[in-house]
């Protein structure tokens, strides 16, 4: 037998492997870390209570084994509520035939908030969230980007309530913006750089359609972006997409922290941990849980949904949908080409997004995931997706033999 021979052979028997690791037995190993997600579909009702006590019970081994000082001294004051963006939180679908100006209001902004219950973060933002706000334009069109240091109207802006040498320290002296979607030396970010209290602008010619990554560029570059400084720019081709019913906007960011996952209190970026590229988070949209519960991305059966997925920051995700097929996937922000069809999972590189279409036709919920699983399990990259709507005979339900 040749290489190519075993090669195949070797890839055929791992998927068989993956297909005989059913989604049911996924479903239940989530849900038991997730405890607090109650899932409205029967494999969770299944789940025994005595699975459920081993799993509090060495949880709160877990805990004990920490030295855990009262949570009050630890946890900083937050700035803000919620840092997440909703991933419902974009721009609808354009309806135009004309190129036009495209204006966009940024601003960049430094703010503590908590990155899980009890866990608090300074996170770096674009307009005060993570990931930044969503940008829609159509290929044609001049986008003009106004970036503004500190919150317009706020003691945030131009920080007054710090000297410039604590900003240096800080290593936030200067914030800018590269834009995948520009054509030109730094995707805009040598013209945007901006000093507290300035505000810099500057126009590009959108002319590549796709799906597109943005972020800080202002030096040290990786801890900018690892402390929450990216968003996405979608270039819609000049014919338009495909009318959907649906769109959604995830970007999966990894974090490091000083204390490993879930350690109380406040949390600052381990540099450490940013060159080994050892995150303790990899994050949807911001903080754990920012995309389940009442946060859950939500649609009905049989409507099509679009979903933009990035990431952010500086390790490829491995995105998938437990219990859900693409039907079609844009790779590597390629709109324009022919997708790939009936994916299961799929890579996305670092400062690279995808455009993923399907639709689900059995109601119930589904987990977004890294399904490099110990992110989703243990370190937060993890999103639900609720479908409402009727049942139909015949496409998934429990049998007996
Ligand atoms: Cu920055």
Avoid at 226 to 247: C, F, H, W
């Amino acid at each position: 037998m040749n290489k190519t021979h075993s090669l195949l052979l070797l890839s055929i028997a791992l998927s068989s492997t993956i297909i005989g690791c059913s989604d049911e037995a996924k479903h239940k190993a989530i849900a038991e870390k997730y405890r607090v997600l109650q899932a409205g579909n029967a494999q969770h009702k299944a789940m025994s209570a005595q699975k459920i006590s081993a799993a509090a019970h060495s949880d709160e081994e877990r805990h004990h084994a920490m030295p855990m000082p009262a949570k009050t001294a630890l946890v900083h004051n937050t700035d803000i509520a919620e840092i997440g963006r909703r991933a419902d939180d974009l721009p609808p679908q354009l309806n135009r035939t004309e190129a036009q100006l495209v204006s966009v209001d940024l601003y960049t902004d430094e703010l503590v908030a908590e990155m899980m219950p009890d866990v608090t973060y300074q996170y770096w933002t674009y307009n005060g969230k993570v990931p930044g706000p969503f940008i829609r334009a159509r290929a044609g069109d001049q986008v003009e980007i106004h970036l503004n240091h500190g919150k317009p109207g706020t003691a945030h802006q131009g920080h007054n309530e710090h000297t410039s040498a604590e900003h240096a320290a800080a290593g936030h002296s200067t914030h800018s913006i590269d834009l995948h979607a520009v054509a030109g030396p730094g995707g805009g970010a040598p013209l945007m750089e901006v000093g507290q209290g300035e505000e810099k602008s500057f126009r590009f010619k959108a002319m590549h359609p796709g799906i597109f990554v943005y972020h800080c560029a202002s030096p040290h570059v990786p801890s900018h972006i690892a402390n929450g400084m990216y968003g996405m720019i979608l270039v819609e081709p000049a014919e338009g997409l495909a009318k959907v019913d649906r769109e959604f906007y995830v970007m999966q960011g990894d974090f490091y922290t000083t204390g490993k996952y879930g350690a109380k209190g406040f949390q600052a970026l381990s540099k450490e941990k940013l060159l080994a590229e050892q995150p303790d988070y990899f994050l949807f949209n911001g903080r754990v849980n920012s995309l389940t519960g009442e946060r859950a991305l939500k649609a009905k059966t049989g409507e099509k949904i679009r979903l933009f997925v990035g990431v952010g920051s500086h390790v490829a995700a491995n995105f998938h949908i437990i219990g859900a097929v693409f039907d079609k996937l844009y790779k590597d922000g390629a709109i324009t080409n022919p997708p790939l069809k009936d994916v299961q999972t799929t890579t996305i590189s670092p400062g690279s997004a995808v455009m993923i279409e399907f639709t689900a036709e059995v109601p119930g919920k589904y987990l977004l995931v890294d399904h490099s699983l110990s992110r989703a399990i243990d370190k937060g990259a993890l999103a639900e997706l609720v479908i409402e709507g009727a049942e139909q005979p015949g496409l998934y339900r429990q049998v007996s033999r």
